[in-house]
């Protein structure tokens, strides 16, 4: 009861006077480490729940941009082979304006599995008024032959295979040569050339026209090996494919006269 009238004597001097405004202060100077110490389970509890939220947050936002990271890739890829599709068109509607035949452009759907043989199959076929003997080239040269035709798709033999064949001159001076696959894409052989015969490396290959089956004046090859052996009569020659018989994916077939008067 004592206490109690103390504390209300004191509230009320307190509130009328300024006689405690000492003991105030030292008060609270005292109680200032116990409010701190008081706080510290609320700060660390609120801390806690900012880090958990902000961890949360960071993972959602870092699975989002992952997710935005793959999208815009895979997008990108898509761009770069649209623009690469884009710019190998151009190349081949340019090719097709420079020549004097008529063309059909294709694309090419399949290939053989068999590494021993050279063929494509191409999206044309007699629907399309594609034929037998048909020449089949991409925007860099010659790449083969239709020798095998049905209602929508077309069987094409390259170049490359071993099978294959095709009259050609070096465009520089016009020495003939029959250039032959030798079972790689990158490498075409040249059959019976005369030791004495002008040819050099670097000599670009066209097709010759002879016999009736290409026209005249696609480029085939690019001479990179000549080889003399003075106890032969022969030249050892190679040349590499100037078309991307491993890349390209449209191809034109071409409609000549020369080819028709041959079938």
Known sequence: MLVTAISFALIFVDHRFDYLQPVRYALSV???PIQYIANIPGQIAEWSSDTVRS?????EENARLQS???VLKRRVQKLASTVAENTRLKELMNASDMLDDQVLIGEIIGVDPDPYRHEAIVNKGSQDGVYEGQAVLDAEGLMGQVVEVGALTSRVLLITDATHGVPVHVNRNGVRAIAVGSGKLDMLRL????ATADIVQGDLLVSSGLGGRFPKGYPVGV????????????ATVQAQPMANLDRSRH??????QEADNGQ
């Not at 961890?55 to 993972?59: G, H, K, T």
């Open 55 to 59: 961890r949360a947050s960071l993972e």
């Open 68 to 70: 935005e990271v793959l």
């Open 251 to 256: 191809v034109l077939l071409v409609f000549s």
């Open 191 to 194: 059959l019976h050339v005369p």
């Open 30 to 32: 005292v109680t200032a």
């Open 223 to 234: 001479v990179t090996l000549v080889q003399h052996d003075p106890g032969l009569p022969f």
